[in-house]
């Protein structure tokens, strides 16, 4: 009885950590692009404001049933993604359900909130929307290959196909994946710039072709809930890497509190540090069309997908 | 030929009608959160809304030019929590940014109904308020506040990004006190816009019922 | 006048195949003067056998005492560098033009804004009525009978404010003293 | 009598029957044959056990029908589904033409499938298999009764090659080992590739026919496409999943041997063939802009899947092929049923003339969203295990790494013509030429919410579906075959509990649901699709807002060098260099008797100069 308590109070916890720090590094993305182009930019906690001003809209529009579940499958998607992730190593509140779902398992949960929403978008009727839409699946396909790649090259490198075992690992030798496999980690990474939507794989939501894409016919607590689904992702999509190539956070000696601050404090680093490669990446570079986002990925991250493979193998001791 | 018709300088008789035909519509009365009447809750939602400010801009006339001038680098709009969005359903904030012909009033009318409540109208430029030197056009309405609620007027022609900064800053005030957003106001109010507004466009083809 | 030789030959030749009257108003640019019922026939002479193949513009003016319109057509040799300009004149009462979009495709935009803002017609043209105005109902507002300030503060009440609102023709006869001319005198607001 | 001789006579009477009802009330004939695939069904799940056997002796022949837990695996699709697709027939077919010819040879069809299953001999074998093409070719060409020579012509060549194929097989099987049992054949070793490896080979070529295979797919698009839609449940659910029933039995000695290095280049080159179908079916699926072909492509990639399952040969592997053959059946089955109601309902599936069709058939949608969402493999529906499996197949157990690629690509796509097939009839605009469009009948809708109920609850319990396939991998050849009631785990123990998924989703939905719905409910409008910000622009009526038409240019640009390749056009230059390579050899026949005189002479001069090596 007391396990499932901790189990639901942790899962809320988790929830709220996801929420805040999702919300929290968008403002400093917003910051950071801001102090790159010279100027103040908005304080960090824009994001909140802008949430709880869309969630304070006084009047709402949806366009028909679909549309009006949009943001719920963004949410189920983000909530049960996760769940099934370690954010700290072996603490009893961020363990959640851990154990008890596989990469492939969030491989094809990750996809469930952007499809949802594609239906969403689609009963919209605006032409806009579905435009955005058949770019966004094009480009899916585009950066899943890589991605997938460099997952297939950790499961063989390592005989599992569970994140948690993976953070096991990675604390039994005390080295870093990143170090175990770095072409996983290049294609992995080159991948999640797609993942991430930002520059220069920004063409599903570009404002000033699409009016915003997907969203082009969502506001008010709709488009807020689908800022609150976003952050969640862009927080797990960092603690995934985090978990995979980083070492995870949380592997220390404290006991109790103590612990478990140091962990997130050793999270937020190095999410944070994780999460401005594709901001600053996005700084730099201009948009990418859907057709050459697509030929991006299946070239060079790809390429580094199949080294990962062939590295694992190597590692293995199946080749070589 | 049609008869040329002599028109002078408005007489008093004149003036006083048209000071009648523009006295404030969108009066606090109309309002929902008046500062008085605030709860707490509306309160602190007041504090998030005006430091969130989604802008649709419409870019008519000159002062299309002057929005990327405030929000890039140098005047840096977004400090102020104002951002741009793509579409009207996203957007608490209209910008008008100049003159109107007859044939914008009618998209921009459209845009500001797809906005959702609460929503702000700042109108730039004399030509906005008064029809500036557009006055005796054919095809340019004189008074914007006639067919919309405008929350702001910024005067000049055109007014550099300070003023629009300033015009913003104006509207956050209003939005503290309570005072803007007329969405409610327009809503109760709608007989006399739309007089106006089918006054204007002559084939009115909205549909009946009011969308918004 | 050896100088300008080859725009006297061109004038020569119009001359010669029209009955037209026209002048060489500088280098590299002729004048004519037609009947409307012949300015097809001249373009279409200009075009396929002088190598004018090229349409720069078309105007219209509102000649509201002589009580016509004028519409100029300007067209261009590239080879040459010579430009000529079509003049001819129509009844201001039911104007009616002949339409060129065969000659030249771009024609229809001319055509169809002076269809729009002064009335003219041109049978055959193929164009949405609407272009530029949306729901016009009034005379078209370019002719000079169309008077655009009452229009205005019929349709689009004015602020209080704009008692100063001041015709600029007024103003300037104030300030420099001067008569103003017969013709601006009979759109004065007195 | 035995019974299962008397279940074949019902169906064989109920085909008649059911065509001489026809000729005297057209209104009964759909309720008739409904009711007798019904009591077939009926009778067959009550009396006849898995272990069943019947020997008889016709014509000198040792005949023996029967059934193993890996025939009445199959059973369960053949008759489950045409209970289904009958009862969704009966409105569906109401008011066409030739009724009695459908359903009789429906009827026929079933039997036909029903006799290859229980047919534990060739010649049965081979009878049963004849009947169902033949009767499946009259129902294929059903739409172009008066067109055949050119509608079902691909559809025919291919069945009598593959039949071809299949008879060439048997005649050897019987030549080399002396048998027509099929479990005595393998026990002889008569499908090793060892000793005479074309027998095996050329059983393979007719079941992959009839399974879709890359080379051999043209026939497929085409024929699902045609055939009425409530027959194309059947075709692409049922009859497809035979060829992959006889590769499972030409797999069985391997699965038998369980020597993973069997059979290695044979497996490698049919799971290769396998990826490629799926890739193929799936980047010409999302070209597509008729619903119907969309998801006759959609068939041919999924049962690429099912031959990379069982190509794999581990446990894994298999169960996902088994797993995949049942749940393709149901969702494609469902989503055959939506798109003949959308036909049904709005006279067209072509997605670029009806769109928005949301609000017009709720029920239907739901159907349409539950099955996409199976095919997609997305959690927490019943498509995901199957994909599960057969990625943790080919990474964990058969080590097939560029495979699982190729795989996951041809799925990842496949997000796209769902998206496309949902969004082509039921979202975007609602236009005015589909105002008229109702809600399709009830008997229509009914078969159709079974199905995806059934994709639904496997998601959570795929152990309902395990448990009669893992039975079924035990019959040919499988030792301890293990599984789990709701979760999944593969042989490194990493497990995913599918139950506590779909629970948390569940839980998520109705928590985020009701906060979205409730939270400000009186001031949150619906409106029309009309009503969307075109920049301040009033939609008029004729303005066309419906984006359908080269919906996924951007990836066709990106992927243009797969769609270069084209299979059909390959199979009509090869029919083309046949036909001359064949004229050539007719220019033999000169009709001159002094060229044949000549030949003759030839022939015996050739005869003495090589008599040392031809003789010796």
């Known amino acids: 009885m007391e396990g499932i308590f901790i189990k639901i109070l942790g899962a809320f916890l988790t929830a709220i950590l996801a929420f805040v720090v999702g919300m929290l590094y968008g403002g400093l993305r917003r910051k950071v692009i801001a102090r790159a182009q010279n100027r103040v930019g908005p304080p960090i906690h824009q994001n909140f404001l802008d949430l709880m001003k869309l969630q304070a809209k006084r009047t709402n529009i949806a366009h028909g049933f679909m549309g009006h579940m949009a943001p719920v499958w963004i949410i189920i998607a983000a909530m049960t993604v996760l769940m099934f992730i370690p954010i700290l190593h072996g603490n009893l509140w961020f363990e959640n359900l851990t154990m008890k779902g596989d990469l492939i398992f969030l491989l094809y949960m990750m996809v469930f909130g952007s499809l949802g929403m594609a239906l969403g978008a689609g009963q919209s009727g605006n032409p806009n929307s579905a435009m955005g839409v058949s770019r966004g699946l094009a480009q899916l396909v585009g950066f899943e290959i890589p991605f997938f790649l460099a997952l297939i090259a950790l499961m063989i490198q390592f005989n599992t196909t569970s994140i948690a075992v993976l953070m096991d690992h990675q604390e039994a030798t005390g080295r870093w994946i990143i170090v175990d496999n770095p072409f996983a980690f290049i294609a992995a990474l080159l991948a999640s710039l797609g993942m991430f939507r930002y520059a220069p794989f920004d063409i599903v939501g570009a404002p000033a072709e699409l009016a915003s894409g997907p969203r082009s016919e969502f506001g008010g607590k709709y488009l807020g809930t689908m800022m609150t689904g976003g952050a969640v992702f862009a927080f797990i999509k960092l603690v995934m890497y985090v978990d995979l190539f980083l070492g995870g956070a949380g592997n220390n000696n404290l006991e109790g509190l103590a612990g478990t601050a140091l962990g997130l404090v050793e999270l937020l680093v190095k999410t944070f540090l994780l999460y401005m490669i594709p901001v600053f990446i996005g700084l730099v570079t201009p948009r990418f069309r859907t057709e050459q986002a697509i030929q991006f990925f299946w070239k060079w991250p790809t390429f580094f997908g199949i080294l990962a493979i062939v590295w694992a193998l190597y590692k293995n001791g199946t080749i070589g | ?212 | ?190 | ?616």
């Open chain 3, 1 to 190: 006048m050896s100088k300008l030789k080859k725009e006297n030959k061109v004038l020569d030749k119009l001359k010669s195949v029209f009955n037209l009257s026209g002048e060489v108003k500088r280098k590299q640019r002729i004048a004519v003067k037609s009947d409307s019922k012949h300015v097809s026939s001249i373009l279409l002479f200009l075009k396929n056998q002088q190598g004018f193949i090229h349409l720069n513009h078309i105007s219209c003016v509102d000649w509201i005492e002589e009580n016509e319109f004028e519409l100029v057509y300007i067209v261009w040799n590239p080879k040459t560098k010579l430009t000529v300009l079509v003049h001819t004149r129509i009844a201001r009462e039911n104007p009616v033009m002949e339409n060129i979009d065969t000659i030249w495709d771009q024609a229809n935009t001319y055509e169809r804004e002076f269809r729009e803002m002064f009335g003219i017609e041109f049978p055959g043209l193929v164009a949405p009525k609407e272009f530029i105005l949306e729901d016009w109902d009034d005379i078209p507002p370019m002719r000079k009978d169309f008077n655009s300030q009452a229009y205005a503060l019929e349709n689009f009440a004015t602020r209080p404010g704009r008692e100063d609102a001041q015709d600029v023709r007024e103003v300037i006869q104030k300030r420099s003293g001067e008569e103003l001319p017969d013709f601006a005198k009979k759109y004065s607001r007195d």
């Open chain 2, 1 to 212: 030929m049609s008869e040329i018709k002599s028109i002078g300088i408005p007489t008093p008789e004149e003036i006083k009608q048209a000071q009648i035909d523009f006295a404030p519509r969108c009066t606090s009365a109309g309002r929902v959160n008046d500062k008085e009447t605030q709860g707490m809750v509306e309160h602190i939602l007041n504090f998030a809304r005006k430091h969130s400010l989604f802008v649709v801009a419409y870019g008519t006339g000159c002062g299309a030019i002057e929005i990327p001038a405030t929000m890039t680098s140098r005047y840096d709009a977004e400090r102020f929590g104002i951002r741009g969005a793509a579409t009207p359903r996203q957007a608490d904030v209209m910008l008008i940014t100049g003159y109107l012909s007859t044939k914008t009033l009618k998209r921009v009318i459209r845009v500001y109904e797809q906005m959702q409540d609460p929503k702000y109208v700042i109108a730039f430029g004399s030509c906005a308020i008064n029809g500036g030197m557009y006055f005796d056009s054919y095809n340019t309405i004189n008074a914007l506040d006639r067919y919309l609620p405008v929350d702001v007027y910024i005067s000049g022609c055109m007014p550099r990004p300070e003023s629009v900064i300033k015009g913003f800053v104006k509207l956050q005030e209003l939005i503290k006190n309570g005072n803007a957003g007329n969405g409610e106001a327009y809503r109760s109010d709608l007989d006399w816009y739309r007089k106006n507004q089918q006054k204007v466009i002559k084939n009115w083809d909205f549909p009946d019922n009011y969308n918004w």
């Open chain 4, 1 to 616: 009598m035995e019974i299962i001789a008397i279940i074949l006579l019902i169906l064989l009477v109920g085909s008649f029957l059911t065509y001489f009802v026809d000729s005297f009330n057209k209104k009964w004939t759909g309720t008739t044959a409904f009711l007798i695939v019904l009591i077939t069904a009926g009778i067959f799940f009550t009396k006849i056990k898995s272990g069943y056997q019947f020997n008889f002796q016709l014509a000198g022949l040792d005949l023996q029908w029967g059934l193993t837990d890996y025939s009445y695996y199959f059973v369960y699709i053949i008759l489950g589904l045409s209970v289904l697709a009958l009862l969704y027939s009966i409105k569906y077919m109401e008011g066409k033409a030739r009724l009695g010819y459908f359903y009789g040879s429906f009827i026929l069809t079933v039997l036909g499938m029903l006799g290859v299953v229980i047919s534990q001999d060739f010649v049965s074998l081979f009878f049963f298999w004849e009947i169902m093409t033949w009767a499946s070719f009259l129902l294929v060409i059903y739409n172009a009764y008066y067109k055949i020579k050119t509608k079902g012509i691909k559809y025919m060549i291919f069945s009598a090659v593959g039949a071809y194929a299949m008879f060439t097989a048997i005649v050897f099987i019987h030549v080399h080992y002396d048998t027509l049992l099929i479990s005595e054949a393998i026990a002889k070793g008569a499908f090793n590739f060892e000793q005479y490896i074309y027998i095996p080979i050329f059983l393979l070529l007719g079941f992959g026919i009839k399974a879709a295979v890359m080379p051999f797919h043209v026939w497929a698009p085409p024929a699902y496409a045609k055939s009425p839609m409530s027959f194309t449940t059947i075709f692409s659910g049922a009859m497809s999943k035979m060829g992959v029933f006889g590769i499972g039995l030409v797999f069985t000695s391997f699965y038998l041997s369980s020597n993973p290095e069997n059979f290695f280049w044979v497996r490698t080159i049919l799971g290769w063939m396998g990826g490629i179908t799926a890739v193929m079916g799936t980047i010409y699926a999302l070209i597509q802009t008729d619903a119907k072909k969309l998801l006759a492509y959609s068939s041919v990639a999924q049962l690429g899947y099912i031959i990379v399952g069982l190509s794999t040969g581990t446990q894994l592997g298999v169960m996902a092929a088994l797993y995949l053959a049942v749940i393709h059946a149901v969702f494609k089955g469902a989503l055959f049923m939506v798109a003949g109601a959308v036909e049904k309902q709005a006279g067209t599936t072509d997605m670029t003339q009806i769109s928005g069709l949301i609000r017009k058939m709720p029920y239907t949608f739901v159907v349409a969203l539950v099955s996409i969402i199976a095919l997609a493999g997305v959690p927490p529906l019943g498509g995901f295990v199957g994909k599960w499996l057969l990625y943790e197949a080919l990474i964990t157990e058969s080590n097939n790494y560029i495979l699982v690629v190729v795989v996951f690509f041809s799925s990842t796509a496949a997000f796209m013509y769902s998206y496309r097939f949902l969004f082509g009839l039921f979202l975007g605009q609602e236009e005015k030429e589909t105002e008229h469009v109702k809600e399709a009948p009830a008997t229509m809708i009914i078969p159709m919410i079974i199905l995806a109920i059934i994709a639904t609850v496997a998601g959570a319990y795929p152990g309902l579906i395990f448990e009669p396939a893992a039975k079924a991998m035990q019959a040919i050849g499988f030792q301890d075959v293990t599984w789990q009631m709701s979760s999944l785990t593969n042989v490194w123990g990493d497990t995913t509990d599918l139950f506590l998924i779909a629970m948390l989703i569940f839980a998520v939905f109705i928590i985020s649901f009701v906060f979205l719905t409730l939270k400000g409910l009186k001031k949150t409008r619906y409106v029309g699709t009309k009503d969307i910000s075109t920049s301040g622009e009033l939609p008029k009526e004729w303005e066309n807002l419906t984006f359908q038409l080269d919906f996924f240019k951007p990836f066709e640009r990106a992927a243009a060098p797969l769609y270069k390749m084209d299979m059909n056009k390959i199979w009509k230059d090869l029919g083309k260099n046949l036909e001359a390579f064949f004229g050539f050899f007719r220019k033999i026949y000169t009709g001159n008797g002094q060229t044949y005189a000549l030949y003759i002479v030839i022939f015996l001069v050739v005869l003495l100069l090589f008599r040392d090596v031809l003789f010796s």
